[in-house]
């Protein structure tokens, strides 16, 4: 008879064959599921629990925050604080890290999330999700005096990366550098539970997913990929080219995971001193390793986004992942580009 595999065996078995998940990583982990399906719980209720609509607050970045990005903050606070595995977390919904409270004890390692991602589609009833990020306290730094430049770390020294998307299904999906495993949430039992397991990316796609209406704000490698994409069989590229855009990341990470694609937010001309919308360090570090690991790509135009030091929490950084072939391309055409930026 087989057994379901639960995230709690997979990340003991894990242990055993890679030494990648010790007793405190595992217990974060599971901290960072259950603050998962606890976020799940109120998304499923929506109106329901009356937690749909505005905050009427901003974030530090100037964005307008949702009840459910408030609620999804508190609730990974509240599973994940207490257990003495961490130094301190940082989210998107706070300005600076949240240190761990005096009363509970104290561990090394650092927590990085997006509560809510895709939170424009809270109230229309689109995939939505949780981003996470996992690091060690610097070598030689107390984890009782934990700061902003601790979490200051390229990618690559990752421990764990994931999301979860509340989609039709619950989804967990979760990177400890040795292949990327998806899990699914079974509510009755109240576990997630390993349903895919080392998913490769493509090399090749015919689908791309950008936010075209953007378009007339790009830099020029970026409007001659997808200009040749447009062009389809009669193009350049000699093939034609699908295109999605969901406009939660986790969403569309997630189908470029199950079955290839690429996905671009790249700067635009509007804010020239932004490199771009979305967050470096707790949207596309994570998303980056997740990528990899699955054998595709990421990159920022120049460097791969794993290499990228960070020089603040909140530093934004332009994205361009998936199919390896498409985004080595993609960075290819920057590379040939004279224009400035
Ligand atoms: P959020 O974390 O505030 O939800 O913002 C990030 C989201 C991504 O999930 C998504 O790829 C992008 O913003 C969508 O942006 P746009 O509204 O420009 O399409
Ligand atoms: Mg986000």
Redo the contacts with the bound molecule.
Sequence with gaps: MTHAVTLAHYLARIERQHGCAPLPLQQLLMQVAGACQAIAAQVDAGALAGVLGAAGSENVQG?EQKKLDLIANETFIAHCHWGGQLAAMAS?EMETPYPIPAQYPRGDHLLLF?P?????NIDVNVSIGTIFSLLKMPDGRSSVSATEEDFLQPGRRQLAAGYCIYGPQTTLVLTLGHGVSVFTLDRPQGAFILTRDQLRIPRQTAEFAI?MS?ARHWAAPVRRYIDECLAGSQGPRGKDFNMR?I????A?VHRILCRGGIFM?PWDQREPERPG??RLMY?ASPMAWLVEQAGGAATNGNQPILDIVPAQLHERVSVILGSRDEVTRVTGYHAQDASPR
Excluded: C, I
Aim: aromatic fraction near 10%; glycine fraction near 4%; proline fraction near 0%.
């Design positions: 964005e998107e997006d809510l991602d895709g939170s424009s936010n953007n855009w406009a939660s990341m986790v569309d937010y919308k979305l949207e």
